[in-house]
Structures are given as C-alpha cells and as structure tokens.
C-alpha cells in the first residue's frame, strides 16, 4: 500500500490518464461503482453534497447509480463559482434528467434552509473537497461542515473528510468528521497523522482501475505492508534447525526498581526463537530473574570479564530496557565497537545516554535498530516532543539517514525507516498502551535479527508481530499487558508464514 503526498496523489491521476490513456470519466465510474457497492446497505435515504470539482463529480456519479438502485437520494450542489470541472459537468447533465432532488446553495441563507431536510436524509456523502483543499475555509463553508456534522445519522466522506489537509493532517477551520472515509488507491500523506485520525473514521482504500506502474512510477518510498508481504520476509524453520543457528542474544537491560524492563525483554526474545538469550544487568535483578527465567541464562553485570566475553561470542547486543545512567552502561555503549562485527539493538536508557554523548553513535552505524518513543526521539534531536509528533515521517527518516541506522519511531502507525524508504506499521491498538510494551518489542526485534534477518526485515517484522500479538492477546479484553502479549509472539509468527 503506497502513502503519498496530494502532488504525487494527482500526478499518479494524470500518468494514468495522458501516459496509459484511461478517460477520467471511466475513473468516476469505477470510483461510483466501488462506493455505492460499500453504502447500499446502510439505509434507504442518502443526501449527497459535492462540490464543483472532480471530487463533487463522484458525488453526482454515487448520487445516480444509488438513484438507480431505488435509494432516495437528495443531492445539495456547492455552486459558488461558475467553474467545474469536466468530469461534474458531465455527470450533472445526465443526473438532471433522472431527478429534481438537486438543490443549489451558496449563501448561509441556503445553507440554513437545508436543516430540515437532514429530518428525511440522515447518510450523508461528502464529495465537496477532494486532496487539493490546501487553504483555510471561509464562515461559509465552516458552517455548512458544522452543520453537517451536527445533524446527519451516518457521515461518509469520499476520498478525504471535507476541510482536512490530506499533505499533513491539518484541520482547515471545520472538517468533516466522517464514519467512514472511502479513499482512492493510495492513503494520503495527511492520513498517518495524529491530528487527522479523529476525522477519518474508518478509513478503507478502494482500488478503481488505476494501474499499479501509475503509483509505482509516482512512489515517494512510503508504504504499509500486508501479511502476505510480512510472510515473504519472515524465514520459514529449518527441518535441520537448531539453537546455534537462531542466534546468540545478549540483552543489558533492568536496574533496581526496573526489573519488569529486564524480564519482558528477555522474555520477549526468547518467544521470538531466539537461539541463546542471556540477560546482562545488576547482581540485584540477577538475582530476582534467574529462577524466573527458565529458558534464557543471566550474568551479573559487574562479572566485567565474563560480559567481555558474552558480548564478543554474541551476534546481537540490546541494550537499555529499564538501565539508568550507571556508570557501568555507560562504559559498556562507550566501548561496545570493540566487540566484533555483530547488530544492536538500543531503546530507552541507551537512547538518554546517546542524547548526552552523541559520540557513541559513532561504534552503531550501519549496525544498529533504534527504537524511541517520541519523548526519546526529541532528546536525541534536540526538539520538543509535539515537534516529533508534527513530523514524525521526516524526524525519523532524517535521524535514519543521518546517522546510518534504522529508526523505529514507536506510536499509534509506529513509522520504520532506513533513511531511503518509510513503512508505517499499522498493526496493533490502544489496549496495548501499557508500561513494557517497548521493552517487549525491544526482545522481539534483537530475536529476528539473531535469526538471521536483516535490520530492516527485523525492525518491519518486529513491530508487526508485535502489534498482531497484542490484537491477539487483547481480543474480548478491554486492556492486555505486556507478558499476555508475550504469549502470543509465537502464535503470530506461525500464523504468518501459514
């Protein structure tokens, strides 16, 4: 699934019609087609209010092929400039033979004279801005959104909720604030933002006959993967497998008051397959894990010689679930280049000790998965956190790039990226929001990466897993907890590769 900008958005329309010779009008039509086919069945009174450009052209085309589908439908045309576009006029031609339900409105006065139709039409389809909209909305419009969200049962935007930004997310004076959003093709760049997800309900994407070498040659490298594709990447077991070939993990994690951290990021790697998981921390946590922690092994942290070696023999070092500034983590991330060619991965104290010396980043490039919450990225870039999440895409892909690593920007659509290419994860939901649930992904990813895949295959998969694991161990659950979501790692994995 490609996200993309409205510019993209409208170029990809464009290759389709001059480059591979598809008329407009047979989009409209397969763009009618797909939504009545999606609201037939939500009642028997539709009113329709489209504007007079290609946006409101689909209304006009939705309006008769549910007319035609014995529907009463009541169309409201936006006519405040003599201007439309080819494709409205056309379908305003022949929707003008088959029905006098069409009324004209463009002064506040029209607008109020609607109310009492609301009482007879209570779905309403919103065709009146499509992604171009990139300006404020004067009182004429912010009343008439105002009151077509006050008053219709069922609101239904085609495309993008009337007034949002579709480029990032903004809300430009009122919005549609939608049931259901039907988008064409692609998710528009706006979509993935926090400010936006209020007004787009249930968003669905419908595919209307553009070819896939249209979007393809437009991509701005930002994609959503299925399950099909995350079951491409995630290897199969081998018949002859066994534990030296899944991995040696080494995981510094836990301190003193933070020995839930060190256990569920242990855990967590464990259930992912891991090979041989040994959990690195304080005498203290060792001894409170070791008995609990059946499968993986334990070291105290202060053994500086037997560490030495654990670091040296493993091919992943994580490091950071629940460690403070100790002075020990910090010379261990001082000194972590010095222990061969192996990956890592860094989460929440590693990140603070990162942001107050930069200068170990150096030993992680080209090696590393970082995984911050938002609060943790505006540390590392020196920013405030609603500045992270204002421009969570370009934060993350720039730190990425920057510094040569992969970037898990963590959040409702986590956001993954090498630098170059951006994923945006949208598996997972709001009864994971818990304390350790980045500890647990953190266990997850070092997993995948001792298994033998790639950073960035590591970081996709793993915060899918994650956020499938959760849906699993949340279903029929008002909330779900970190060691619940645990016990579902390896179900989700089988369940992927089928």
């Known amino acids: 699934m490609y996200i993309m900008s409205t510019n993209k958005c409208k170029k990809v329309d464009r290759y389709t019609i001059d480059e591979i010779g598809i008329p407009s009008i047979v989009l409209v039509e397969n763009a009618a087609n797909e939504i009545v086919n999606k609201v037939v069945n939500l009642g028997e009174k539709f009113i329709v209010f489209c504007g007079n450009g290609n946006n409101g052209g689909d209304g006009l085309a939705i309006a008769r092929k549910l007319i035609l589908k014995n529907k009463d439908v009541y169309v409201v045309i936006i006519n405040r400039a003599g201007k439309c576009s080819s494709d409205f006029s056309i379908n305003l031609n022949i929707l003008e033979k088959i029905t006098t339900n069409i009324a004209y409105i463009k002064t506040d006065e029209d607008i109020k004279s609607l109310i009492p139709t609301f009482n007879n039409y209570n779905i309403a389809i919103d065709c009146i801005f499509g ?22 049962g069922i609101k239904v935007s085609i495309d993008v909720p009337s007034g949002l930004n579709a480029d990032n997310g903004e809300i430009m004076g009122a919005s549609i604030e939608a049931d259901i959003t039907y988008t064409f093709e692609v998710i528009k760049r706006g979509f993935i933002e926090y400010k936006a997800l209020s007004y787009l309900g249930e968003l669905n994407v419908l595919n209307i006959g553009i070819p896939e070498d249209a979007k393809k040659v437009n991509s701005e490298n930002i994609f959503i993967l299925d399950r099909n594709q995350y079951a491409q990447i995630l290897k199969k077991r081998s018949l002859y497998g066994h534990k030296g070939k899944y991995g040696k993990v080494a995981i510094l994690a836990g301190s003193k008051g933070y020995t839930g951290a060190a256990y569920i990021a242990t855990e967590a790697c464990v259930k992912s397959g891991a090979g041989l998981t040994t959990l690195v921390s304080s005498k203290y946590v060792q001894d409170k894990l070791s008995c609990k922690l059946i499968e993986a092994m334990t070291l105290d942290i202060e053994e500086r010689d ?16 629940g460690i403070t500034e100790e002075k020990v983590y910090k010379d261990i991330l001082s000194d972590i280049g010095n222990h061969g060619d192996k990956f890592f991965v860094v989460d929440a104290g590693a990140l603070q000790l990162i942001a107050r010396d930069k200068s170990m980043m150096n030993a992680l490039k080209g090696k590393a998965i970082f995984t911050p919450h938002p609060g943790e990225m505006a540390r590392l870039i020196g920013r405030s956190i609603s500045f992270v999440e204002d421009n969570r895409l370009e934060v993350a892909k720039r730190y990425a790039k920057e510094n040569e690593i992969i970037v898990v920007l963590k959040g409702y659509n986590t956001v993954i990226t090498d630098g170059n290419n951006v994923y945006i994860n949208n598996s997972g939901n709001s009864k994971m929001a818990s304390g350790g649930m980045g500890d647990c992904l953190t266990g997850i990813i070092s997993a995948l990466i001792g298994q033998r895949h790639s950073l960035i295959n590591s970081a996709l998969l793993g915060t899918y897993i994650h956020g499938v694991a959760g849906e699993f161990a949340s279903n029929e659950k008002y909330c779900t907890v970190a060691s619940e979501v645990i016990e579902n790692i390896s ?6 590769v089928g």
């Open 491 to 496: 179900k989700v994995m089988n369940y992927i």
């Open 131 to 152: 992604v171009g909209l990139n300006r404020s909305l004067d009182s004429f419009y912010i009343k008439l959104i105002n009151i077509i969200n006050e008053c219709a």
């Open 306 to 321: 037997k560490v030495k070696k654990l670091l040296n023999d493993s091919d992943v070092i994580a490091i950071g679930p």
